[in-house]
C-alpha cells in the first residue's frame, strides 16, 4: 500500500463532499465548515486504517493498553483545557482585550494548560514522563 495513497483518498473525499449546494449559491462558509467536517472524519477513517495495517503488519497490538493511554491522555487534557479556558477567561475579563492583556491572558492559558497536563499525568503515572525525564539526562 503506497504511502500517499490514503491521503490522496483522502483528498479526493473531502473535495468531492465540500462541493457548493445543486443551485450554485452555496456559502462559502458552509462549503469550508463541510470541508472541515469532511477532513475530519476522513482523518480518522484513515487513522483507523492504518492502525489496523500497522496491526496487521506487527502481529497484533497491546489494544488494552493502547486505549488505556488514550483515555489518560484524554482526561489529562480535559484538565488542561478547562484550567486554560478559566485562566483565560479571568484575565480577559480583568485585564481588558488590548494587545498586551491578550499576550498576558493567552500565555498564562498556556502555561496553566501545561502545568496542568503534567500535573495530570504524574498523577495518571503516564510512562511517557519517565521517557521526558530521560531526555533531560545527558544520554551514554
Keep these: 500500500l503506497p504511502a500517499s495513497l490514503p491521503s490522496a483518498l483522502r483528498s479526493t473525499f473531502c473535495v468531492s463532499a465540500a462541493k457548493p449546494t445543486t443551485n450554485g449559491r452555496g456559502s462559502v462558509a458552509a462549503t469550508v465548515a463541510r470541508m472541515s ?57 480583568w485585564l481588558g482585550r488590548s494587545t498586551i492583556a491578550q499576550i498576558v491572558s493567552v500565555g498564562a492559558a498556556i502555561a496553566a494548560a501545561a502545568a496542568a497536563y503534567l500535573a495530570a499525568a504524574q498523577a495518571f503515572e503516564m510512562p511517557e514522563l519517565a521517557a521526558l525525564s530521560r531526555l533531560r539526562r545527558p544520554l551514554p
Excluded: C, K, N, Y
Design 37 to 93: 467536517v469532511v477532513r475530519d472524519i476522513a482523518s480518522i477513517v484513515t487513522f483507523l486504517v492504518l492502525v489496523r495495517l500497522l496491526e496487521r503488519e506487527m502481529g497484533g497490538l497491546h489494544r488494552e493498553q493502547v486505549v488505556d493511554g488514550a483515555a489518560r491522555s484524554l482526561v489529562a487534557s480535559g484538565a488542561s483545557v478547562l484550567l486554560a479556558w478559566s485562566t483565560w477567561t479571568v484575565l480577559d475579563d
